[in-house]
């Protein structure tokens, strides 16, 4: 095992999980030793999945199983192409034309030529690099692990992927809303956050202020945020209109911070449209600053993730544990995440976003009622150790077979 001191090592999470769910994890840990996986996707930056490798890739090294990270690269029309099957797997309209599939199948062969994957167990992370698997002579288990919401799929899109997801040895999705008709065996493991990276660390009210006020941040008055990708299934629109409703009842300030994900093309232009509803009470940042996401989400009064598709909202998960009131849009994961009024709010429309945003301004003590909550239920279902013993669950489950079957 690792023992770096300044790394996380599971038995941080003692003080969260108990000392026997710990020694649970180590006993599963211990006859996977130096077993060698590794993780493929298309960003080091931006975006849930970056976020959870970042963290799952140094916690799996903590406990001696040899995890790597790698990422494609593409030129941008694949990226394009990639953002397109994104949107149409949640449920949008793709021309799914031949040059595309052309485009995306070659780029990923490239992509395969250049990254020698001799590993145990190889996991591929979401449509831009699924196809890889095709140019490989398995050596192990592949898991294809795909984070997007999958309630209604574009179906000609499903059709096209489907023969690549049937030659993995397992398939991993969010939530059993995603189930897909697949030869593969299919399951399903939530996302989770790290409570120890500086996103999610506590911070004291003066690390708060004097990040707030780096960035301009009046906390005069009540804070109402949004923090997402700037990408149209978050509705950052939606968001806007719902903050002009409510503040004609409660006075407050809205914040939506937002990035773009290397892998995404469609982000800029989101981030310029919303400009245009920029104003005084309206601040619309595109900034990367890891501790200023974690001060908004300490400091809002609510936090909003006003999703209209969502896979699982690590926003979500994130702004819970800080024990901040959070409305979710009723959509894919987060309907895991938040149990309407017991720790948190459902919404389905921008009306009602904007009667609860005005609710919860109004009633600290309702805020304070669902952020305990929420906070508590993070602590039982979303940190990064559970997700973690599903992994390691899952390895076992090949590890009696690795030396059995031909993975050819
Ligand atoms: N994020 C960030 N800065 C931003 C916007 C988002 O660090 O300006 C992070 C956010 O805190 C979360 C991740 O990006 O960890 C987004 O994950 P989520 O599952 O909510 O959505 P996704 O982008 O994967 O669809």
């Given at each position: 095992?690792?023992?770096?001191?300044?790394?996380?090592?599971?038995?941080?999470?003692?003080?969260?999980?108990?000392?026997?769910?710990?020694?649970?994890?180590?006993?599963?840990?211990?006859?996977?030793?130096?077993?060698?996986?590794?993780?493929?996707?298309?960003?080091?930056?931006?975006?849930?999945?970056?976020?959870?490798?970042?963290?799952?890739?140094?916690?799996?090294?903590?406990?001696?199983?040899?995890?790597?990270?790698?990422?494609?690269?593409?030129?941008?029309?694949?990226?394009?192409?990639?953002?397109?099957?994104?949107?149409?797997?949640?449920?949008?309209?793709?021309?799914?034309?031949?040059?595309?599939?052309?485009?995306?199948?070659?780029?990923?062969?490239?992509?395969?030529?250049?990254?020698?994957?001799?590993?145990?167990?190889?996991?591929?992370?979401?449509?831009?690099?699924?196809?890889?698997?095709?140019?490989?002579?398995?050596?192990?288990?592949?898991?294809?692990?795909?984070?997007?919401?999958?309630?209604?799929?574009?179906?000609?899109?499903?059709?096209?992927?489907?023969?690549?997801?049937?030659?993995?040895?397992?398939?991993?999705?969010?939530?059993?809303?995603?189930?897909?008709?697949?030869?593969?065996?299919?399951?399903?493991?939530?996302?989770?956050?790290?409570?120890?990276?500086?996103?999610?660390?506590?911070?004291?009210?003066?690390?708060?202020?004097?990040?707030?006020?780096?960035?301009?941040?009046?906390?005069?008055?009540?804070?109402?945020?949004?923090?997402?990708?700037?990408?149209?299934?978050?509705?950052?629109?939606?968001?806007?209109?719902?903050?002009?409703?409510?503040?004609?009842?409660?006075?407050?300030?809205?914040?939506?911070?937002?990035?773009?994900?290397?892998?995404?093309?469609?982000?800029?232009?989101?981030?310029?449209?919303?400009?245009?509803?920029?104003?005084?009470?309206?601040?619309?940042?595109?900034?990367?600053?890891?501790?200023?996401?974690?001060?908004?989400?300490?400091?809002?009064?609510?936090?909003?993730?006003?999703?209209?598709?969502?896979?699982?909202?690590?926003?979500?998960?994130?702004?819970?544990?800080?024990?901040?009131?959070?409305?979710?849009?009723?959509?894919?994961?987060?309907?895991?995440?938040?149990?309407?009024?017991?720790?948190?709010?459902?919404?389905?429309?921008?009306?009602?976003?904007?009667?609860?945003?005005?609710?919860?301004?109004?009633?600290?003590?309702?805020?304070?009622?669902?952020?305990?909550?929420?906070?508590?239920t993070v602590q039982q279902k979303f940190l990064l150790s559970r997700n973690l013993e599903q992994y390691l669950d899952l390895f076992s489950s090949f590890e009696t077979n690795f030396?059995?079957?031909?993975?050819?």
């Amino acid at each position: 095992m690792l023992n770096h001191e300044s790394l996380v090592q599971i038995d941080d999470y003692v003080q969260y999980i108990g000392p026997g769910t710990v020694e649970r994890i180590m006993k599963k840990a211990r006859p996977l030793q130096d077993l060698h996986v590794v993780n493929v996707n298309s960003t080091y930056y931006g975006g849930g999945v970056a976020e959870l490798l970042g963290s799952m890739t140094i916690l799996m090294n903590s406990i001696g199983i040899k995890t790597g990270w790698r990422v494609i690269q593409g030129s941008p029309d694949f990226f394009s192409i990639t953002k397109k099957m994104h949107n149409a797997l949640q449920g949008g309209e793709i021309n799914l034309s031949d040059r595309k599939k052309q485009i995306y199948e070659e780029v990923v062969y490239e992509n395969a030529i250049r990254t020698h994957l001799e590993h145990d167990v190889v996991i591929i992370h979401d449509p831009q690099p699924l196809p890889m698997i095709k140019h490989y002579r398995k050596r192990g288990p592949w898991i294809w692990r795909g984070h997007v919401d999958l309630s209604q799929p574009n179906q000609e899109l499903w059709d096209y992927l489907r023969p690549f997801v049937d030659r993995y040895d397992a398939v991993v999705f969010s939530i059993p809303e995603y189930t897909q008709p697949v030869n593969t065996p299919q399951l399903f493991f939530m996302p989770a956050i790290d409570p120890f990276s500086i996103k999610n660390h506590p911070l004291s009210d003066d690390e708060i202020e004097e990040r707030l006020a780096h960035h301009h941040i009046p906390t005069d008055l009540p804070l109402v945020v949004q923090v997402s990708r700037f990408d149209t299934w978050k509705d950052p629109q939606g968001v806007v209109e719902a903050f002009k409703i409510a503040r004609q009842e409660v006075d407050c300030t809205l914040v939506l911070l937002g990035n773009v994900a290397t892998d995404d093309p469609e982000g800029p232009q989101v981030y310029e449209s919303l400009l245009e509803s920029q104003e005084e009470r309206i601040i619309i940042l595109s900034v990367q600053d890891t501790a200023l996401v974690n001060a908004l989400q300490s400091r809002a009064a609510v936090v909003l993730q006003k999703s209209l598709r969502e896979g699982f909202g690590l926003t979500v998960a994130e702004a819970m544990w800080k024990g901040t009131a959070v409305i979710g849009g009723n959509v894919g994961g987060i309907r895991y995440q938040i149990e309407d009024g017991i720790n948190g709010f459902l919404v389905n429309n921008v009306q009602e976003a904007a009667a609860r945003i005005v609710q919860l301004v109004k009633d600290k003590d309702l805020r304070q009622r669902l952020g305990q909550a929420a906070r508590e239920t993070v602590q039982q279902k979303f940190l990064l150790s559970r997700n973690l013993e599903q992994y390691l669950d899952l390895f076992s489950s090949f590890e009696t077979n690795f030396t059995l079957r031909n993975w050819s």
